[in-house]
């Protein structure tokens, strides 16, 4: 035999040497729950080890991250049923927990990368990332309301607006308005490539945003379709998209690749909150080994071509130093 490849896999050293794949906690993003409240730490039940934080709380988790090296954080709020209606309006009131959230990390922690998120679910009664009427999700109107949220949130001094919604059009309909108000310095990371998905099951539970009615079919996207994923990451770059995400990552491997062989913007992948529950959940019946298969499915991610990966993972990948 001339060829023998396992001659590049004989000791740790020459594997080392020949890996393709890097991964570092700077392709680490670490989504945070918040929720009203003082010296809250609640457990998502379907996320062991994830924890709704209130603001004080958020803030000593942010700091503890940091040392760790885990730079970059995507907060979501936990919104009290009270405060929801039709039009999400507790979104852009200004003194509201989410918005308190952001100011507060960014003026503690300035070197923080602070990601928010841009849909209504969270703050809509309908529990819909737009506006209902009359069963259905209406898109025109919807871009107004996105579009406040992102300005209150570059006021309240994000780095990274990410919108969530799936709405046509948004991208430019944000950047537009950022621009206008004086934010052109804020990033867009477009959740490009959303399929309605089961994954995000625990997601919901933490947030209590599930819909109340219906489901998201004619926002998001069908899960057999990758052709699909082109036509939106095509307007998302035209409209002045920083960074295109596929979500969730594991089902969408070839998505993930699609994306980062036919465009030239950075790709990020979300490994959603239940693709982190099954992992959990095996290894907590001993059925799997935690660290390996939390590190390989990362790394799978990373060899599809994401570059940042959003992912429950990410304190404790640190923490106990897998990297
Ligand atoms: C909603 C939103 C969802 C997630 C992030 N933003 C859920 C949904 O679309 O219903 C899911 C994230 C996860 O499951 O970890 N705009």
């Not at 709020?77 to 507790?90: I, R, T």
């Not at 950047?175 to 052109?184: A, I, M, P, V």
Request: charge should be negative.
């Amino acid at each position: 035999m001339l060829r023998r490849p396992r001659r590049n896999r004989k000791s740790a050293v020459i594997r080392d040497m020949v890996q393709e794949t890097q991964l570092t906690a700077a392709n680490l993003i670490f989504p945070l729950f918040v929720i009203e409240g003082n010296n809250v730490k609640s457990e998502v039940t379907s996320m062991p080890g994830i924890f709704r934080y209130s603001i004080d709380n958020l803030l000593r988790e942010v700091e503890t991250c940091l040392k760790l090296g885990l730079q970059a954080f995507d907060l979501f709020p936990n919104v009290d049923e009270s405060l929801k209606d039709k039009y999400a309006s507790e979104a852009t009131r200004k003194g509201s927990l989410y918005l308190r959230a952001i100011a507060q990390v960014k003026e503690n922690f300035p070197e923080a990368c602070v990601i928010t998120d841009v849909a209504m679910d969270p703050y809509s009664s309908d529990g819909h990332d737009g506006i209902v009427e009359n069963g259905t999700i209406v898109n025109d109107e919807t871009l107004e309301i996105l579009a406040k949220m992102a300005v209150a949130h570059a006021q309240a001094g994000a780095d990274i607006i990410a919108p969530s919604d799936m709405m046509d059009g948004r991208i430019g309909y944000l950047r537009k308005e950022l621009d206008q108000q004086g934010f052109s310095h804020v990033s867009l990371m477009s959740y490009t490539a959303k399929y309605a998905s089961a994954f995000y099951g625990p997601f919901r539970d933490a947030l209590n945003s599930a819909p109340k009615q219906g489901d998201k079919k004619t926002y998001q996207m069908n899960p057999a379709n990758q052709r699909e994923a082109l036509i939106e990451a095509q307007l998302d770059m035209q409209e002045g998209a920083d960074f295109l995400m596929v979500k969730p990552a594991l089902p969408y491997l070839d998505v993930i690749k699609l994306l980062s062989d036919q465009f030239d913007l950075p790709i990020a992948a979300y490994n959603v909150s239940g693709e982190y529950a099954m992992v959990k959940a095996s290894a907590r019946n001993g059925w799997l080994d935690e660290r390996r298969a939390t590190m390989e499915v990362l790394m799978g991610i990373r060899r599809a071509g994401a570059t940042a990966i959003l992912t429950y993972h990410a304190k404790e990948v640190l923490e106990n130093r897998w990297l």
